[in-house]
């Protein structure tokens, strides 16, 4: 029930964040849909090992390389913002 | 139980959903944080505890911090996400057509997978049987450090080349310096600093045995040292005569994890092949520079540049 | 014994929430809203670790609950006189009582 519950918010927020990142205006709401677009596609991984006969620990040790590898996306996209966008008025 | 669950779902589709509705960039990052937070318990919830102590520093930690700080940059044309008087888009109800049928496709393909397809698949059963030799009684740090060290390892030269790409962009932000308008802020990163430390040493010792280990370690004393950054209170990074010593310290995880690599390809003839009688020693040595450079990496991603011009 | 004391002092907290979130939602700015969530981090989460560790396994995790307690303490307040110090510096002066309130339904 739990895996069911959490397959459906999982495939509801991927939904969600694939919609946002293609039709929202902002840059930034783009990075924010994509960092949500992660979030629950770890989240359907996490479910992958939870199947049958005891807990997969290799999807949690992807989902954690996962984690710091979007964080370091973020980073750089950020960073490219600020380069484009940071002092001068926009265009 | 399942009423836990059915909140927990609720709380993370209604931050995310106002993370991506709402107007305002500043409300929009800080549903993002909440929305991390929510997904911290829900990794607990889901017995991925390593998964669930990264994610409340880096996720909920890390990136808001430095969303706040780019948003803060940003002039006050840039800030607005939508123009003057924000409607709800005319084509919202095509939107939401597109997430159900979307979301429900991906559901039904899932459970179906979940179901069938990946009754007897999985690699709980090799884990286990390659756990004795690998060094680590903890499964997650067995594989990160020994089993699957090439990925670890290749995971920090994504970090590193990250560290790259930002430091040829432009010049460092200059430190906020919080410190002289908001002086409970020095005091708190101060008084909070050794617990940062010892928490960071509780994880790397822990991480052997139980859930733990580089990556959580590490994120936690970065979280830390951007709150110290926050105030100012690291000034070292900022300068020139030190930029060649901090990029010693950003490449050391990288070149102690290549060490190992090569130092079993020689002892045992496979890359990342560890001697068994070695490999605790092994292990601790590659968690500790791994926790290092992840903490230290993800401190620098907060300056947004090259330091010491 | 230790489960029932747990259980009372869980329930005694949980008013103090309830009571914060009201405040939270109903309180015209930013300082007052401030001093309703204060109380739910003071008085009921404290209640509520208090609780939790009356019902803990060992000694360990229950002063690991307690210290949880004192960091969050630490941290809300802090946290409490940085978001009012900003406010008052970005020019949102307390309201007063002849003000008019927006939120009061009319």
Same mark, same amino acid.
């Given at each position: 029930m739990t895996d069911?519950l959490f397959?459906?918010?999982?495939?509801?927020?991927?939904?969600?964040?694939?919609?946002?990142?293609?039709?929202?205006?902002?840059?930034?709401?783009?990075?924010?849909?994509?960092?949500?677009?992660?979030?629950?596609?770890f989240l359907?991984l996490v479910l992958t090992a939870r199947s049958a006969g005891g807990i997969d620990p290799v999807p949690h040790a992807?989902v954690l390389?996962?984690?710091?590898?979007?964080?370091?996306?973020?980073?750089?996209?950020?960073?490219?913002?600020?380069?484009?966008?940071?002092?001068?008025?926009?265009? | 139980m399942?009423?836990i669950d059915?909140?927990l779902?609720?709380?993370?589709?209604?931050?995310?959903?106002?993370?991506?509705?709402?107007?305002?960039?500043?409300?929009?990052?800080?549903?993002?944080?909440?929305?991390?937070?929510?997904m911290a318990l829900i990794w607990v919830r889901l017995d991925a505890p390593d998964v669930a102590l990264a994610e409340?520093?880096?996720?909920?930690?890390?990136?808001?911090?430095?969303?706040?700080?780019?948003?803060?940059?940003?002039?006050?044309?840039?800030?607005?996400?939508?123009?003057?008087?924000?409607?709800?888009?005319?084509?919202?109800?095509?939107?939401?057509?597109?997430?159900?049928?979307?979301?429900?496709? *991906?559901?039904?393909?899932?459970?179906?997978?979940?179901?069938?397809?990946?009754?007897?698949?999985g690699?709980a059963?090799?884990v286990?049987?390659?756990?004795?030799?690998?060094?680590?009684?903890h499964a997650v740090?067995?594989?990160?450090?020994?089993?699957?060290?090439?990925?670890?390892?290749?995971?920090?030269?994504?970090?590193?080349?990250?560290?790259?790409?930002?430091?040829?962009?432009?010049?460092?932000?200059?430190?906020?310096?919080?410190?002289?308008?908001?002086?409970?802020?020095?005091?708190?990163?101060?008084?909070?600093?050794?617990?940062?430390?010892?928490?960071?040493?509780?994880?790397?010792?822990?991480?052997?045995?139980a859930p733990g280990?580089?990556?959580?370690?590490?994120?936690?004393?970065?979280?830390?040292?951007?709150?110290?950054?926050?105030?100012?209170?690291?000034?070292?990074?900022?300068?020139?005569?030190?930029?060649?010593?901090?990029?010693?310290?950003?490449?050391?995880?990288?070149?102690?994890?290549?060490?190992?690599?090569?130092?079993?390809?020689?002892?045992?003839?496979?890359?990342?092949?560890?001697?068994?009688?070695?490999?605790?020693?092994?292990?601790?040595?590659?968690?500790?520079?791994?926790?290092?450079?992840?903490?230290?990496?993800?401190?620098?991603?907060?300056?947004?540049?090259?330091?010491?011009? | 014994?230790?489960?029932?004391?747990?259980?009372?002092?869980?329930?005694?907290?949980?008013?103090?929430?309830?009571?914060?979130?009201?405040?939270?939602?109903?309180?015209?700015?930013?300082?007052?809203?401030?001093?309703?969530?204060?109380?739910?981090?003071?008085?009921?989460?404290?209640?509520?670790?208090?609780?939790?560790?009356?019902?803990?396994?060992? *000694?360990?995790?229950?002063?690991?609950?307690?210290?949880?307690?004192?960091?969050?303490?630490?941290?809300?307040?802090?946290?409490?006189?940085?978001?009012?110090?900003?406010?008052?510096?970005?020019?949102?002066?307390?309201?007063?009582?002849?003000?008019?309130?927006?939120?009061?339904?009319?």
């Open positions: 069911t397959t459906l918010l999982a495939s509801l927020l991927v939904a969600m964040a694939l919609v946002s990142i293609f039709t929202a205006r902002h840059l930034i709401r783009r990075l924010l849909a994509l960092n949500i677009l992660a979030s629950a596609v359907l992807l390389t996962g984690i710091v590898v979007a964080v370091s996306t973020t980073a750089v996209v950020l960073a490219l913002y600020l380069r484009r966008y940071g002092r001068e008025p926009p265009c | 399942l009423a059915v909140l779902a609720l709380a993370a589709l209604a931050t995310a959903g106002q993370c991506l509705l709402l107007p305002g960039l500043f409300r929009a990052v800080a549903n993002l944080m909440a929305f991390g937070l929510v409340a520093a880096i996720g909920a930690g890390i990136t808001g911090a430095l969303l706040l700080t780019a948003v803060g940059q940003l002039p006050a044309s840039q800030r607005r996400l939508h123009p003057e008087h924000y409607r709800v888009p005319r084509w919202f109800i095509t939107m939401a057509i597109i997430v159900v049928l979307v979301g429900g496709l *991906l559901w039904v393909a899932m459970l179906e997978l979940l179901n069938t397809g990946l009754a007897n698949a690699l059963k090799e286990a049987a390659a756990l004795p030799e690998s060094g680590a009684e740090t067995a594989i990160l450090l020994n089993i699957r060290g090439v990925d670890t390892l290749l995971e920090i030269a994504v970090m590193l080349g990250a560290v790259a790409v930002i430091w040829s962009l432009q010049p460092a932000i200059p430190p906020p310096a919080l410190g002289g308008n908001y002086p409970g802020l020095t005091t708190l990163a101060r008084w909070l600093h050794p617990l940062f430390l010892l928490t960071f040493c509780y994880f790397l010792w822990q991480g052997t045995h280990g580089a990556f959580p370690a590490g994120a936690v004393l970065g979280a830390g040292g951007v709150l110290l950054l926050l105030t100012g209170s690291i000034g070292w990074m900022y300068r020139y005569g030190y930029n060649y010593l901090l990029r010693w310290l950003l490449a050391a995880g990288l070149l102690l994890f290549l060490v190992t690599a090569l130092a079993g390809l020689l002892m045992t003839g496979s890359l990342y092949g560890l001697p068994p009688t070695f490999a605790g020693y092994f292990i601790i040595a590659i968690e500790v520079a791994a926790a290092l450079s992840i903490a230290l990496m993800l401190m620098t991603f907060y300056l947004f540049g090259r330091p010491g011009r | 014994m230790s489960d029932l004391l747990g259980t009372a002092l869980i329930l005694l907290g949980l008013p103090f929430f309830i009571a914060s979130t009201v405040g939270l939602l109903r309180f015209p700015d930013v300082y007052a809203r401030l001093h309703a969530l204060t109380k739910a981090d003071n008085v009921g989460l404290g209640l509520i670790c208090l609780g939790l560790a009356v019902q803990a396994d060992s *000694l360990a995790v229950g002063l690991k609950i307690v210290l949880i307690w004192g960091l969050i303490l630490l941290a809300s307040s802090t946290g409490a006189t940085l978001i009012s110090t900003s406010a008052l510096r970005h020019g949102h002066p307390p309201q007063q009582r002849n003000d008019v309130d927006k939120h009061a339904g009319h």
